[in-house]
């Protein structure tokens, strides 16, 4: 079974059961210094592991950028 999301703008299916922990390291390969926004609210990343996927969510998967 499949869930469809929109991640930063982009429609994507994923396998029911993802959660977010699986979303971010799908696309990243270290989450540190990022921030994931489901549906408008930050999800703390203490619950990114517990937290699931549902079909119409949307997700923004942000990046903190060095310098100036």
Do not use: Y
């Not at 703390?44 to 996927?53: D, F, H, I, L």
């Amino acid at each position: 079974m499949k869930v469809a999301v929109t991640l930063n703008g982009v429609a994507e299916d994923l396998a029911a059961g993802t959660t977010v922990a699986d979303l971010v390291a799908r696309h990243l390969e270290s989450p540190r210094g990022v921030a994931v926004a489901r549906n408008e609210e930050v999800v703390p990343r203490s619950q990114w592991a517990t937290t699931p996927v549902t079909d119409g969510d949307r997700f923004e998967i942000l990046t903190a950028a060095q310098g100036g």
